[in-house]
């Protein structure tokens, strides 16, 4: 493998894209649709928009490479084959990229913020970085913390975008603000299924990532509390978003959206029974590697489902 190809695959370039395009559809198919024929327009839009999905994609592979850098021991024991840092690409140039995109992903947020007037975009995006370092330095090896960390922050990822929409309502028109809240309500939607299941992937991968964790001292969930307690962690967070993604359903029934519904059903909420049936039969690492990619899938088709309010709302 070459320079580059290990600069790719350090800084997991499909999880990349995933990020951009959830900004990209939040902005398109939410933001636009809502705000455009009111007249009025994103806070965060063109290309200060793009600049924000530039420095979210930075700052992110600034976090997947530090990890890999704190991480190679433990990698050469849970996926020997994947580890590129001190094989292809020598650590010290490793954290020299952690830093450099790190600083290109704040000074984008700093632009941002100033052409905005949205300060919270600079310090929220300073926090991930911190909190990115911090979870590759210790918090990933500690019971929860590093699990509530990554779930937090793949919900900044929506959060950042749909905040800016925050309207006084005193300052605007009626049908501005209420659009704004209309906005705020879905964001939250969305962050909060992004948040339960990268809480759920988390877990399953400290399962699966058990015995390197467990030779190097990590106090992962299924370390401390066990494997079978570990399960009954995921199965009660699946059990809490198949419950919210039916009431979901109970509520747009009345709208008549039943291609949506179809598609939650078929993609979302079918998966994750999936998910739920087949977690207590795993046994090995495979099996394991399996429903934290099965996961990964439901999120993606949770991402997806944005498209349908483009022609709903």
């Known amino acids: 493998m070459n ?21 990209i559809l939040f902005h398109i198919a939410i933001l636009d649709t809502i705000l455009l024929p009111l007249g009025t ?19 992110a592979a600034a976090g997947y490479i530090i990890n890999d850098y704190f991480d190679i021991n433990i990698d050469q024991v849970n996926k020997p084959k994947e580890n590129v840092v001190d094989v292809v690409v020598p650590r010290r140039w490793a954290m020299a990229l952690h830093f450099v995109l790190s600083g290109m992903g704040l000074l984008f947020s700093a632009y941002i913020s100033w052409k905005t007037g949205l300060w919270y975009i600079l310090l929220g995006n300073f926090i991930c970085v911190l909190l990115l370092f911090g979870y ?36 605007v028109p009626a049908t501005i603000a209420e659009a ?23 877990a399953i991968k400290d399962i699966e990532d058990m015995p ?38 109970v509520y747009v029934f009345r709208f008549s959206w039943w291609v949506a519904m179809a598609y939650s059903i078929a993609f979302i909420i079918a998966p994750f029974v999936f998910i739920f049936l087949r977690l207590f039969k795993a046994k090995d690492q495979k099996d394991y590697h399996r429903l934290s990619d099965w996961t990964k899938l439901v999120m993606l088709s949770g991402i997806l489902s944005m498209i349908f309010f483009y022609f709903y709302l």
């Open 180 to 202: 704004s809240n209309k906005i705020i309500r879905i964001g939250l939607l969305y962050a909060a299924f992004a948040f339960i299941s990268s809480l759920i992937r988390e």
């Open 136 to 171: 590759s330095v210790s918090l990933k090896r500690k019971l929860l913390s590093g699990n509530v960390i990554i779930a937090l922050l793949t919900a900044w990822v929506i959060l950042i975008i749909c905040l800016a929409e925050i309207k006084i309502a005193a300052e």
């Open 212 to 249: 390197g964790d467990e030779k190097y001292g990590c106090r992962t969930m299924p370390i401390v509390w066990g494997v079978n307690a570990t399960k009954v962690y995921v199965a009660v967070w699946l059990v809490v978003i198949l419950a919210l993604l039916i009431i979901l359903q």
């Open 41 to 59: 327009r994103p806070v965060i839009d063109g290309w200060n928009f793009i600049v924000l999905i530039v420095a979210s994609v930075l700052i």
């Open 3 to 23: 320079m580059v190809g290990a600069f790719i695959k350090m800084i997991r370039s499909p999880n990349l894209f995933f990020i951009a395009l959830t900004q």
